[in-house]
């Protein structure tokens, strides 16, 4: 199986500060189709989780455009322009390319 | 809206079987493929399986931890994918989400414990 690598697991950012959570895979991640199927997840305490990004660089729909994906092959990084109050959780990334789909172990993001 | 209900979850004895149902709305239930994942308490996430569309032979994927114990399927005519899950054990317990790309239901608790 593929494994998911974040660092760091534990994040304290101040509000309004930016935040990168990296994300790397043991193997490339590029799709005999051309594409990568890098997906980022939000999860929130005491909720489901919410996909904010696909293809390492797409934004769900209603995902605020703080957020941002990128990265290639097999490193992949996570971006909060200037962190808010209700971006606490957990992130985590999560291969699609490789069967079967694989997490990385997520990354805590807390305010200082 | 698209809106997925898990239901089923509950307390169970290991080696016993339950079965969880995923019930959906707003949107053609037939045309799109269906999957699990899982959340055991305090841990990350990890996939369970999946199940195609008719249009795409209805087939089924599983995890290696589940595969030849859980068994998804589908109701098209009722708008519910079910997973079935045989031989429990304690590692199964977890919280259990149905998704439909990218909606995640609210996830239903399941605990194997004597």
């Known amino acids: 199986d593929v494994v998911m690598t974040q660092s760091p697991l534990s994040l304290p950012v101040t509000l309004g500060q930016p935040a990168s959570i990296s994300c790397r895979s043991s193997?490339?991640?590029?799709?005999?189709?051309?594409?990568?199927?890098l997906n980022w997840f939000q999860q929130r305490p005491g909720q489901s989780p919410r996909r904010l990004i696909y293809?390492?660089?797409n934004r769900d729909s209603g995902v605020p455009d703080r957020f941002s994906g990128s990265g290639s092959g097999t490193d992949f990084t996570l971006k909060i322009s200037r962190v808010e109050a209700e971006d606490v959780g957990v992130y985590y990334c999560m291969q699609g390319t490789h069967w079967p789909q694989t997490f990385g172990q997520g990354t805590k993001v807390e305010i200082k | 809206e698209v809106q997925l209900v898990e239901s089923g979850g509950g307390l169970v004895q290991p080696g016993r079987s339950l079965r969880l149902s995923c019930t959906a709305s707003g949107f053609t239930f037939g045309d799109y493929a269906m999957s699990w994942f899982r959340q055991a308490p305090g841990k990350g996430l990890e996939w369970v399986g999946f199940i195609r569309s008719k249009a795409y032979g209805g087939t089924t994927e599983y995890a290696a931890s589940v595969k030849g114990r859980f068994t998804i399927s589908r109701d098209d005519s009722k708008s519910i994918a079910y997973l079935q899950m045989n031989s429990l054990k304690t590692e199964d317990t977890a919280v259990y989400y149905c998704?439909?790309?990218?909606?995640w239901g609210q996830g239903t608790l399941v605990t194997v414990s004597s």
């Open positions: 293809k390492v660089s």
């Open positions: 998704t439909r790309d990218p909606t």
């Open positions: 193997q490339s991640l590029v799709y005999s189709d051309g594409n990568t199927y």
